[in-house]
């Protein structure tokens, strides 16, 4: 009674079903992917951090065969993210570091943000980030002018350039 039965034995069809069940789920980049699977090695394994370099290397065989076969494209996902970031009012800046951070590759990254029309898009994310903090034109007329360089600050630590931010806050109406 005492004997448990492992819920999971660690196998390349185990590790395979696991990344397509989460491709299933989720739009992932392969250094997600990869970042799955090795947690699920690790809880198969029984929380050790010392599992066989078979398992890496199945993990590397996975993501080649999701690539090849089209499941996983890090250039898809990452623009996809970046245009959701973009509506969401995030400066280029801030979506260059959210990529970064994700763990996309410097080429995919810079390949993303060349797509970018530039600052046209920027200035209209700019405009969403002051709507959704009620800062620069959509701030009461009367607070405007005390509050200006306030308002200056918060889209700097955005990450948005000096002259988009000035446009924005000095902006009238919209």
Known sequence: MGNKVPKHVLSFETLRRAGLSYLGRYAA????????LRRKVKRIE??????????????NEIVDRFTRAGLL???????NLCSSLLRRGTSFNGIKAKLAAKGFENAVI??????LSGD???LEAAFVMARRKGIGPYRK??????????DLRVMGQAGFPYSVSKTVIDSVDT
Do not use: C, F, Y
């Open 141 to 150: 007329k009367e607070d405007r002018k005390t509050n200006r360089r306030r």
């Open 73 to 79: 494209d890090d250039s898809l996902v990452a623009e």
């Open 110 to 115: 810079s390949q993303v943000m060349n797509d």
């Open 46 to 59: 029984g929380g050790s951090d010392n599992w066989s370099p078979e398992a890496d290397n199945w993990i």
């Open 29 to 36: 980049s392969t250094n997600a992917l990869k970042l799955v």
């Open 120 to 122: 046209a898009e920027e």
